[in-house]
Structure formats: structure tokens, C-alpha cells
């Protein structure tokens, strides 16, 4: 009985076809509320600096004196707590991934 079983199965195995998809070449889709990586609108920015507080990997670097906000998007969660916190609502949380690198993904923000 276990032959048949096994036998079922590696049948529908070799006629399925892959149950993954070729990620590079095959974009994944993108729903709504997945959590990808957070977006800054500069203007309405007034490093107040909670969003720093609140980040649990201290991935976020507000500099008031310098009018500079950075984020180290490898150490970046995507927890969604900044976004949460920020009193102007400048922060949000964007559903496209940051793309994969080897060397180091730090973005900094200046208001000019």
C-alpha cells in the first residue's frame, strides 16, 4: 500500500511543475498591506526624533542641527512602529522591497 501512495504522489510531482516562482526573473505579487520599506516626504518632516526613539534596531538617525534624516535599511525591521509614531504623518510604509545588496544600504535625507 505505501508503493501506491508514494507512487501517486511522485506522479503528481513530476507533471505539476515548480510550486515556487523564479523570483528574479518573475516579479512576487505586491499586495496592499504588505510591509516593504518606509518612505520619508521631506518637507513636512520636523525631526522631532521619535521616530529614532521608537525604532527598536536603532536603524534611524535624525539630526536636527543638520536638518538630516537617515535610515540603515539593513537594520531596518519593517516593523511599521515609526510610521506609527510620527506626528506629521511624514513617514509611511511602502510595499516595494529595498533591493538586495552586498555592501551598505544606508539613505540619508537632507531638507534643502
Known sequence: MAILNMSKTLFKS?????????YPLKEKDKYERTRGKIEIDMPQCIYCGMCQRRCPTGAIQVDKASVSW??????????????????KKCLSMDNHYTTPSYGESKDKFTNA
Open 14 to 22: 513530476l507533471f505539476h511543475g515548480p510550486y515556487t516562482t523564479l
Open 70 to 87: 537617515g535610515i540603515d535599511r539593513l537594520k531596518c525591521i519593517q516593523c511599521g512602529y515609526c510610521s506609527e509614531v510620527c506626528p
